[in-house]
């Protein structure tokens, strides 16, 4: 497989992070919205293909259903004849056409930027979504003031840098705001600030945020349009690309 893998190291240093050019509106069940920035696969594809075939390689993403999960693989094919086929990546489907198309670009994106060590702008390895697993909802009633935050080292820069990014992405900017649903996600009466957080706690609100952003969770807005909470939501239409569920 040498001249695939020659090939392969090629093209990989001619890439660097794709920015994140799209950005989805999603009504919420409460009436009111929240927005966030993405790139869908029709960007990647559209940025990674021509470098590749420069250096003579194809990719091909074939797909299953068994009716609860969707599985899809990332292959690379190089003019020589030589194959790699990576290990399939996998993630709930949902229930409608739609949902499972959702599931199949979702995880046709996430793979073939996994197979190529690409990242796009904003993302963090300390940081990455539970996407193979729709998250469970957060119940929306208030917090148990008896819950206090368990010990343990802090957060990390990155984990720090990543919730920052997260918050600005589905509109939230205001810091107290922040601190606020970061409280409500974690079960506490309040969270004077970030900093102290542990890698847990980090890693819990990170996981959720990013839930919200992939559109597999949206925010429960009162009649202030405060966040009180969080309910499980079908994937927005427009996380598929242009080829949809193909």
Do not use: W
């Not at 590749?52 to 990719?59: K, N, P, R, T």
């Not at 091909?60 to 003019?79: E, K, L, N």
């Not at 004849?81 to 489907?93: D, N, R, V």
């Not at 003031?145 to 990155?158: E, F, K, N």
């Amino acid at each position: 497989m040498s001249e695939l893998a020659a090939a392969l190291v090629a093209a990989l240093g001619s890439m660097s992070e794709l920015r994140k050019d799209k950005k989805a509106n999603v009504p919420t069940k409460s009436g009111g919205s929240y927005s966030y920035s993405y790139t869908d696969i029709a960007s990647v594809l559209g940025y990674v293909r021509p470098i590749l075939a420069e250096h003579g390689i194809a990719v091909m993403q074939p797909a299953t259903c068994d009716g609860q999960h969707v599985s899809v693989s990332t292959v690379f094919i190089h003019r020589s004849g030589e194959t790699k086929e990576l290990p399939p990546l996998s993630m709930p489907c949902g229930r409608t056409p739609q949902e499972v198309g959702s599931a199949i670009t979702y995880a046709r994106r996430y793979s073939l930027l996994s197979a190529l060590g690409l990242a796009t702008e904003d993302d963090d390895g300390e940081a990455a979504s539970k996407a193979a697993r729709a998250p469970a909802k957060n119940a929306a009633a208030a917090p148990n003031p008896s819950q206090r935050q368990p010990s343990g080292g802090t957060l990390s820069d990155a984990q720090m840098r990543r919730l920052r990014a997260l918050y600005g992405s589905i509109g939230i900017r205001n810091a107290s705001e922040q601190k606020r649903i970061s409280a409500l996600i974690l079960g506490l009466p309040t969270l004077d600030t970030h900093s102290t957080l542990t890698v847990e706690q980090a890693s819990k609100i990170i996981d959720q945020l990013q839930a919200v952003e992939d559109g597999y969770v949206e925010p429960v807005l009162d009649e202030t349009g405060s966040v009180v909470g969080f309910t499980d939501a079908q994937p927005p239409t427009n996380l598929l690309g242009e080829d949809g569920a193909s």
